[in-house]
């Protein structure tokens, strides 16, 4: 059962325009969710993070907005750059809990 | 500061065939992770610690085993490696659980023939 799913594995954005990463979930419990990049032969890293008490959390080009009704959350990156491109991850967890569950990722392509 | 290390990078092993990854962090973290990544599939966590002599079951743990006798280092062994256990594992660690940021090694690709 995937509690977290992306259901674009792919995504292709010109440069300078509005990359939108989506991911839903499924656990009401949730209450923290991530965004994680991640670099061929690299490790993922994290991105940005938003709580289950606000619906925005913005830094510089990334944002993510939650909307917790629809169990939705999504990330903005404006204006989007080549170095942006990079397999997203989005992630779930509930309070207490130590683990992480992700989804099975997007792979963002900027096109210069 | 090298953050979280994993050794080996590269591994091909024969069916049957035994062996261990190492994760040493270098961060004094309490929580420490196995992920494995297959396509399609995202990031599946194999077993967890929360501090040091502990170990926890993750979503997929069968055929894994782990041990964390130092802080700093989580070992994942295999002891008789399937085909289906070809992937690329990733070892994380976060000082608390509460806010999730992990921290992620540069992981280890393993082939099983």
């Known amino acids: 059962d995937q509690q977290v799913k992306q259901n674009s594995p792919s995504l292709s954005v010109q440069e300078g325009r509005i990359s939108i990463l989506n991911c839903d979930y499924t656990n009401s419990m949730f209450d923290y969710f991530l965004w994680y990049k991640k670099y061929p032969a690299e490790g993922p890293t994290f991105l940005i993070s938003i709580s289950s008490i606000k619906d925005k959390n913005e830094d510089g080009r990334f944002t993510v907005f939650l909307n917790k009704s629809a169990k939705h959350l999504s990330l903005h990156i404006v204006p989007s750059q080549p170095g942006d491109s990079a397999v997203y991850f989005c992630?779930?967890?509930?309070?207490?809990?130590?683990?992480?569950?992700f989804g099975t990722g997007t792979r963002l392509t900027i096109i210069p | 500061n090298a953050g979280v290390t994993q050794t080996p990078k590269f591994r091909v092993l024969k069916t049957g065939q035994s062996m261990t990854l190492l994760c040493a962090q270098d961060?004094?973290?309490?929580?420490m992770y196995w992920y494995r990544q297959d396509p399609g599939m995202g990031l599946r966590l194999i077993h967890y610690?929360?501090?040091?002599?502990?170990?926890a079951k993750g979503e997929v743990p069968d055929g894994y085993n782990v041990s964390r006798l130092k802080k700093q280092n989580f070992l994942l062994g295999l002891e008789s490696a399937a085909p289906s256990q070809t992937s690329v594992y990733f070892c994380a660690s976060v000082r608390t659980q509460y806010t999730g940021e992990l921290f992620f090694g540069e992981g280890s690709r393993l082939t099983v023939l």
């Open positions: 961060m004094n973290h309490e929580y």
């Open positions: 992630a779930a967890k509930s309070f207490g809990n130590e683990k992480l569950t």
């Open positions: 610690s929360v501090g040091e002599g502990t170990t």
